[in-house]
């Protein structure tokens, strides 16, 4: 509450809007957790269930909406691609709320109902037949059906369950662009026409599939010819190559003015295009750019699958393209910034360093310091417990203080047989001084649940 108070840019309304939060959400029974029995998110009431399992700190991130923020890294990206491509037919679309259902996320694009992706483990359910989107492409098929213009583009906040460190966490942004013709006698005159609208870029390609853009292991699709998967793919590869050009220019631009004399500043930029599989895409494909002495894989894209349109309300006259970027990696190299979890900071000296329009290099600013709990206890005969499910614990807790959790010894008595477990949490704030007192609060809290949860015998 403190920070919030501290630090305005993002007001307590702001982050709270259209979601209720039950004051301890979820309550811990034995072995299971409780999840209340309605979940409320943006005006919509989720009755929960046994696939319920988003729990309140990342509720809360629904609520950020940062690539709304001119004056956040997110949003000033968001802004600077939208800016590229005004006037070439697309309509921006920033406006879609997270809750989706596994129709939207998953059935409709064709994902096999064994697909990783759906399991609990991956993705967070509201329930059953309710998630928090897990990428972009949830809405290209109410984008299919709405969308006005030959082209859209959509940007939100995407989630999924995952690790967290220094590039990866469980709430990030991605763009996602699409684009639509109609079958006529005109059709391969008119893609032509439209490929050479999109302005020329100095970029080094390797595309090993630019002219034979398809085969066996990355197949069209019956009911386009050769030419048109050939016309359409090149569009679509142009397309990317003109936004990783902008994008990538920007950075390089916003690396020297901060002084930076490295190499790499002065040649030309190099990209490559590799196959790749995505279950609504047929042939599919991935680009990715040379920075910095590596490969950056950064956008996935492909030929719409013609089933994809039809669900979508669309004709059999109809065919196109679709990509779908991460814009949280670009953002980082774009403003320098180190870790992914600055995005989400509230403190002030991260937020009044950038400003609408305006791309340029973060300047690190101490941390505060952290504080350090390790925990021992004896696990149970048969129960075994992952690094994951203590992190949970822990976030459930600590939320944004916590910096890692980390399990430092493992060991079998030789005696009785029982197993022992450590575990170091490192709590941190990015915006403030912890305090010792209510540190113990919460780490006080997360014995209780591993107590409770897992029947751990505190050591
Ligand atoms: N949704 C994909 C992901 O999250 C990215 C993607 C790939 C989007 C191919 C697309 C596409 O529209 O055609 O990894």
Redesign the pocket.
């Known amino acids: 509450m403190l920070k919030l108070i501290t630090f305005p840019r993002v007001s307590l309304a702001s982050q709270l809007r259209g979601i209720k939060i039950i004051s301890r959400y979820y309550s811990i029974a034995r072995n299971s957790k409780v999840y209340p029995e309605e979940i409320s998110l943006d005006g919509k009431t989720y009755k929960t269930d046994e696939w319920t399992n988003v729990p309140p700190y990342i509720l809360e991130l629904t609520q950020r909406r940062l690539h709304h923020d001119n004056n956040h890294p997110i949003g000033i990206l968001r802004e600077l691609i939208e800016k590229n491509f005004k006037g070439m037919g697309y309509t921006f679309y920033n406006d879609f709320t997270p809750g989706v259902t596994t129709f939207q996320n998953f059935d409709v694009l064709g994902f096999p109902q064994d697909h990783p992706g759906r399991s609990k483990s991956d993705t967070y359910y509201l329930n059953k037949d309710n998630l928090l989107r ?4 949830a809405h ?1 098929h109410e984008c299919f059906q709405t969308c006005e213009t030959p082209g859209y583009v959509i940007s939100a906040d ?1 989630y999924r369950k995952d690790e967290i460190d220094r590039t990866h966490y469980p709430a990030f942004h ?1 763009m ?3 684009r639509i013709w109609t079958k006529s006698d005109k059709l391969e005159e008119i893609i032509a026409h439209d490929i050479e609208q999109i302005p020329k870029t100095n970029i080094i390609v390797e595309d090993p599939f630019r002219e034979n853009c398809f085969n066996e292991g990355n197949p069209k699709q019956d009911y386009m010819t050769d030419n048109e998967v050939y016309l359409v793919s090149v569009h679509l590869k142009k397309t990317i190559e003109y936004l990783v050009n902008q994008v990538f220019e920007a950075a390089r631009k916003s690396a020297k003015l901060a002084g930076s004399t490295e190499p790499y500043l002065n040649e030309p930029l190099k990209i490559r295009w590799v196959e ?1 599989y ?1 279950p ?2 047929a042939p ?1 494909w ?1 680009i990715e750019v040379w920075w910095k002495g590596e490969w950056l894989e950064c ?4 030929i ?1 699958r013609q089933q994809v349109l039809l669900n979508s309300g669309l004709g059999e006259e109809k065919l196109g ?6 814009l949280d990696r670009i953002a980082m190299l774009l403003f320098g910034i180190p870790d992914i979890r600055l995005f989400w900071t509230l403190d002030e000296r991260f937020g009044k360093q950038f400003s609408s329009g305006n791309i340029n290099t973060f300047a690190p600013y101490s941390k505060y310091p952290g504080i350090k709990r390790d925990i021992s206890f004896w696990l149970p005969k048969d129960v075994t417990l992952h690094n994951n499910e203590v992190m949970d614990i822990v976030r459930t807790h600590a939320g944004d203080l916590t910096e890692s959790v980390e399990n430092i010894d493992n060991f079998v008595h030789p005696k009785t047989g029982k197993r022992s477990q450590t575990y170091r949490l490192n709590y941190q704030s990015m915006d403030r001084n912890l305090t010792n007192s209510e540190i113990n609060v919460l780490h006080n809290n997360v014995e209780q649940d591993l107590k409770k949860l897992f029947d751990v015998e505190i050591r």
């Open positions: 897990t990428h972009t492409s290209e995407v991605q996602e662009g699409a790749a995505f609504w895409t599919s991935e956008c996935g894209c492909g719409v393209w679709a990509f779908g970027i991460g």
